[in-house]
Every structure is written in structure tokens, then in C-alpha cells.
């Protein structure tokens, strides 16, 4: 299924180095059925039962980093998924400069069905996105609200198409194609142009807007009703709240604008909070058995 483990990322930074050196830009792909499952939760379950939170904690900040230098290189990087690009798999896909996307992609954040939260940078971009789509004339908890809702409902896109509207893809930015044979050739289409229109590397943002102690209020109002009426267990209400409070950027008692790095900070002490978790171990182990999650 492709999961991510340290060798991939290792292979991804050393890549990106290469081409920033020698070449116009880079495209990742692969040939195979699923573009990629998501990150090796086997070892995150190593890790956690062994109690080795020192590497766990180093093996989220090298998948954050190498997301991020996805993102901030001095070259293009494209990236062409097919099939199953779930969890951290989605997550690289959201820190690409462009995405080429077959149309018979599934797509999506679905830690949560592991009782984590996106740990890979993900998390952070859906509420870095929610702050760029709030518009003045409607309440700026809508749009962080949907994100927020997307990623606490583990929504899978069942196609490229439909992952517009879950805001994974972007519109006027990122390609489908039909094709599915055609995808990389597109992808490498795209790295050219972009090449030759000038690129620049861009600039890790230090403005995003987090709404704090009044978006959280709502969020939790909401996730209390949803287990209140047993649309949620314990566990599902305790990891969205977990989400919420990174989202809305923490505590914090009026709106402010922070860094990127910031979120990443409260999304990496989020996830190795709930590494610690029974129930999430419990979680991971039944994936790792039957291939399904389990609800507890």
C-alpha cells in the first residue's frame, strides 16, 4: 500500500535536494495501484507501546519537515496520485505546488478512524486554508467549521473530482486527469511551465488567522452534542477536541495571526498526546490486524 516510513522521506529529501541542484523541478509518483495508504502506523504503534516517545516525537517532526520542504524548495514539485492517497499520503499531496491528480482517486484525512489527528502538516494546512477562504460577509466560523468537519468525519474524496469540494484539491490550480496512463506526463507538463514562467520559492507564512477561545467554544459545544446524542464515542469526542484546540490555534483569548511552524508545534503535541491513549493504541492494533477500525 506505499506507507510512508523514514526511508521514503529520506528518499523524498534527497530527491528534492537533487533536483533543486541539478534539474527544473520534480514530480512524485509512482506505478503502482495506490499512490499511498498513509504513513507506517505500524512503527508509530512500536514506538508508543515501547514508550518511546523521544522517537516518536523525531519521526512526526521529520514527517512535518520533509512535508514542509515539499512545499518550501527552490524548485517545482508536482505531485501525480492514483488510487488510495490517504492520511500522509494526502498530506503531501496538499503541500505540493500543484497536484495531478487520475480521476479514480481517493483521497483523504482518515486518522481520525486511528484516533489520531493529522500529524504530517495536514491539520495545519486545512485551518492555513480555512483562514485564506473566510470572507467578511458571512461568520468566520463556516468555513474553519467545514475543515474542521472534513477531518473529524475522516472524509475520503471517491473521486479527484470530488475532492474540489472538500477543498483538497484546488480549483483553477490542480489538474485531473483521465487518463490515468497520462498523469505523470502532465505532472512533468506542469513542473516545465512553471519552471519557465519564473518560479520562485515561496515564503513559509507567519499570518495565519486562528480564531481561538471563539471558535473553540463552538466546536466544542458541537462535539458534545454529537456524543451526547451517540454519534460519537468517548474517544472520537476526545481526539476532536484535540483537533479543534489546533485548529483554532489553542487557547488563545482573541483572534491572532501566527506561523505555520506554530500549528505544526500544537499538531505534533497533539498527536504524541494521543499516542499515549489506550484506546488509540488499541485502535492502530486493530487496523494492523484486520485491516478495519474499530470503534471504542
Excluded at 518511546?52 to 520533509?66: S, V
Excluded at 496520485?81 to 479514480?104: F, S, T, V
Excluded at 491572532?256 to 498526546?273: K, T
Amino acid at each position: 500500500m506505499n506507507s510512508i516510513g523514514s526511508e521514503v522521506l529520506e528518499a523524498v529529501n534527497k530527491s528534492i535536494s537533487i533536483a533543486e541542484e541539478k534539474f527544473k523541478g520534480l514530480v512524485i509518483a509512482n506505478d503502482g495501484a495506490n499512490f499511498s495508504a498513509g504513513a507506517n502506523v505500524g512503527m508509530i504503534f512500536m514506538f508508543a507501546t515501547e514508550q518511546e516517545y523521544d522517537e516518536l516525537d523525531m519521526a512526526i517532526r521529520m514527517f512535518q519537515n520533509t512535508m514542509m520542504r515539499v512545499r518550501y524548495s527552490s524548485i517545482p514539485v508536482v505531485v501525480a496520485p492514483q488510487g488510495l492517497a490517504l492520511g500522509g499520503g494526502c498530506e503531501m499531496n496538499l503541500h505540493a505546488d500543484k497536484i495531478c491528480a487520475a480521476a479514480e482517486t481517493y483521497i483523504g484525512l482518515v486518522e481520525l478512524g486511528v484516533g489520531l489527528i493529522p500529524g504530517g502538516g495536514g491539520t495545519k494546512e486545512f485551518a492555513l486554508r480555512a483562514a485564506d477562504e473566510m470572507h467578511e460577509d458571512e461568520p468566520e466560523t463556516i468555513t474553519l467549521k467545514n475543515r474542521f468537519l472534513n477531518i473529524a468525519t475522516a472524509k475520503v474524496a471517491t473521486s479527484a473530482y470530488e475532492a474540489y469540494n472538500l477543498g483538497i484539491l484546488r480549483k483553477g490550480h490542480d489538474e485531473v486527469v483521465i487518463n490515468q496512463n497520462r498523469r505523470i506526463a502532465e505532472a512533468k507538463r506542469s513542473v516545465i511551465d512553471m519552471h519557465k514562467e519564473g518560479y520562485t520559492m515561496p515564503q513559509q507564512r507567519k499570518d495565519v488567522k486562528v480564531l481561538g477561545r471563539s471558535a473553540l467554544g463552538a466546536l466544542l459545544a458541537g462535539i458534545n452534542g454529537m456524543q451526547r446524542a451517540n454519534y460519537a464515542t468517548e474517544h472520537d469526542a476526545l481526539v476532536a477536541r484535540k483537533l479543534a484546540y489546533v485548529m483554532c490555534g489553542g487557547d488563545l483569548s482573541e483572534q491572532s495571526l501566527v506561523s505555520e511552524q506554530y500549528l505544526l508545534d500544537l499538531e505534533r503535541e497533539a498527536f504524541l498526546s494521543l499516542c499515549a491513549e489506550r484506546k488509540t493504541l488499541e485502535r492502530i492494533q486493530g487496523v494492523l490486524k484486520t485491516g478495519k477500525p474499530i470503534r471504542n
